[in-house]
């Protein structure tokens, strides 16, 4: 699949595509019925399909000290885009240049005129251009008076809600994996390099690999049943894991600690994927580490039924 840059002319091939305009970050039930449009739209034409993004995402341009809220990474977008069907991932570099283009121009300089855009596939509160000026009334008009086509799709409805990134974040920070789960029609998972700790899993007899949370969204510290992913074998692992800052020890470090069950293999500098699908309890500090050795156990028990 091509990850294709907005900054650089698109390669003929890929010419008159339909593109799937939004960031889609979380590439949720809303975002892949946008997605689905136009990959359908562009088969049925004989198309390619595209699926845009947007990095960083404009909120963290405007507002650079905003708590982490990402929910995948461009590396994960592209699997989940190319999984979905479309033939490239489109990255919008956000930046002071882009920010500054005017609606028309995003229109006619970028979409038709570098990328040949058949048509585009937005959901309804789609915005863009400079002071978030461009909207769907904007494509159809003034778009379709330059050739260039547009669709709409409807926000998706589901448990209780229209479901959003917003609600996904809100599931996420109140201990909710599951709801987060239903809404992504997958589990929320963090992807990292396995670095070297202070060892004192090891020392408890509950050996973890530990990854930094970077620009996640932080989810509701505590411990969780996790499945792990190692990117390099595919090999899938099921586990428990500490998210938090470790209040049992000192200094206070914000590590995502997955333990992972029946496993001995060294996983040190190797990537893998932690998918969170149970909150178990909330993260604490215990009077002895004996006491915190016994409550793991029991919370690795407590995974296990989970996760079988």
């Known amino acids: 699949m091509r990850w294709l840059d907005h900054r650089e002319p698109v390669t003929e091939t890929l010419r008159g595509a339909v593109i799937a305009l939004g960031n889609f970050d979380g590439f949720h039930k809303g975002h892949q019925a946008v997605a689905g449009e136009a990959i359908e739209w562009a088969h049925e034409q004989g198309r390619p399909s595209i699926i845009a993004t947007f990095d960083p995402h404009p909120v963290r341009f405007f507002e650079p000290d905003v708590p982490p809220f990402r929910l995948t990474t461009l590396e994960q977008r ?49 915005t863009f251009g ?71 899993g090891r020392k408890l007899g509950y050996p973890t690999a530990n990854l930094s949370v ?15 992913r190692i990117l390099a074998t595919g090999e899938v692992l099921k586990g428990a894991a500490n998210l938090g800052i ?12 997955p333990h992972f069950f029946d496993f001995s293999g060294d996983l040190y500098g190797q990537e893998i994927e932690v998918a969170f699908h149970h ?24 995974a296990m039924r989970l996760l079988s």
């Open 130 to 200: 400079r002071g978030a000026k461009g909207n769907v009334a904007l494509l159809r008009e003034f778009g379709g008076g330059h050739g260039l086509k547009s669709r709409v799709v409807a926000p998706v409805e589901g448990h209780g809600g229209v479901v959003s990134s917003s609600r996904i974040r809100e599931a996420l920070r109140a201990g909710d994996p599951q709801l987060a789960a239903e809404l992504l029609t997958r589990p929320f998972a963090i992807r990292g390099i396995v670095e070297h700790g202070d060892k004192n």
């Open 246 to 257: 470790r209040p049992q020890f000192e200094p206070p470090k914000e590590l995502l600690e």
């Open 214 to 228: 970077e620009n996640y969204i932080r989810p509701r510290y505590g411990v969780y049943a996790v499945t792990g």
């Open 78 to 126: 592209q699997e989940l885009y190319l999984a979905a069907g479309a033939t490239a991932m489109l990255v919008f570099h956000f930046d002071k240049e882009l920010a500054g283009t005017s609606a028309q121009d995003f229109i006619t300089n970028i979409l038709i005129e570098r990328f040949g855009a058949y048509g585009v596939v937005t959901g309804e509160d789609f």
């Open 279 to 302: 909150f178990l309890r909330g993260e604490a500090k215990f009077d002895s580490l004996n006491d915190l050795t016994a409550q793991m156990e029991r919370d690795c028990e407590e």
